[in-house]
């Protein structure tokens, strides 16, 4: 069974301040994705990275994948109080079908 | 539409009871998925639907749990006997292709509370 683990499952920090998020597995994903959930509300995807070794920039946002596709991380850079959410990791599983497997989340506050 | 469309957003149900969960996706959507997440949890997968087929029910936790799309379009997630474990938010999400990396579109979920 493929298993992501997420960390820290909780963030508090203050605006301004920068923040790592973790994603690993022992298993290879053919690609990995990271969403964002805010209460109410579904996930919203970020981004989508397939390639070992690729990182992609998204505004104040860095995410990396592990050379080996097993491990993904999110950078924020000085975070604001509007990034405060759920941040979901995503990968796909081995069947082919599109179906994704979750990380268990982390929430992130950011305090003005 | 414009974006995945889940009814109702809010439902409280007595134990005991069945109640019907439906997802109405972006137009042209292929692929359609239901996800179960428990609060402030991970999403559990439960069904993958590639048009009217179901490839994969694996995630479907007992047999109360049913769905089925029609028309390669609405989708409805049936819970019979309802428990008081089924308490979730179930996300419908579709994609435009099977292949993951296409990313999903969710709706807002619906909550479902049974007491």
């Known amino acids: 069974t493929q298993l992501l683990e997420q960390s820290p499952q909780f963030l508090s920090i203050q605006e301004g301040e920068n923040l790592t998020v973790y994603c690993n597995s022992s298993s290879v994903f053919s690609s990995l994705q990271w969403y964002r959930q805010e209460p109410g509300e579904g996930p919203v995807l970020l981004v989508t990275v397939v390639t070992g070794g690729e990182v992609k920039k998204l505004k104040r946002l860095t995410f990396q994948f592990g050379d080996a596709r097993k491990d993904s991380s999110l950078h924020i850079t000085a975070a604001q109080p509007g990034d405060t959410g759920l941040y979901l990791c995503?990968?796909?599983?081995?069947?082919?079908?599109?179906?994704?497997?979750f990380g268990q989340g982390t929430t992130l506050q950011v305090k003005p | 539409g414009a974006g995945v469309s889940q009814s109702p957003s809010n439902k409280v149900t007595e134990k005991g009871k069945d109640v019907e969960l439906r997802c109405d996706p972006i137009s042209g959507h292929t692929a359609l998925y239901w996800y179960r997440q428990s609060l402030g949890q991970g999403l559990e997968f439960l069904i993958y639907f590639q048009g009217n087929s179901a490839p994969d029910k694996s995630g479907l936790p007992s047999d109360r749990f049913s769905a089925e799309r029609t028309g390669g379009s609405v989708s409805t997630l049936t819970i019979q006997r309802t428990q008081q474990e089924d308490s979730a938010v179930y996300l419908c999400?579709?994609?435009?292709?099977?292949?993951?990396?296409?990313?999903?579109?969710f709706g807002s979920g619906t909550r479902l509370t049974v007491v």
């Open positions: 995503a990968g796909e599983g081995p069947s082919n079908t599109g179906k994704l497997i």
């Open positions: 999400a579709s994609s435009s292709s099977w292949a993951a990396n296409y990313g999903y579109t």
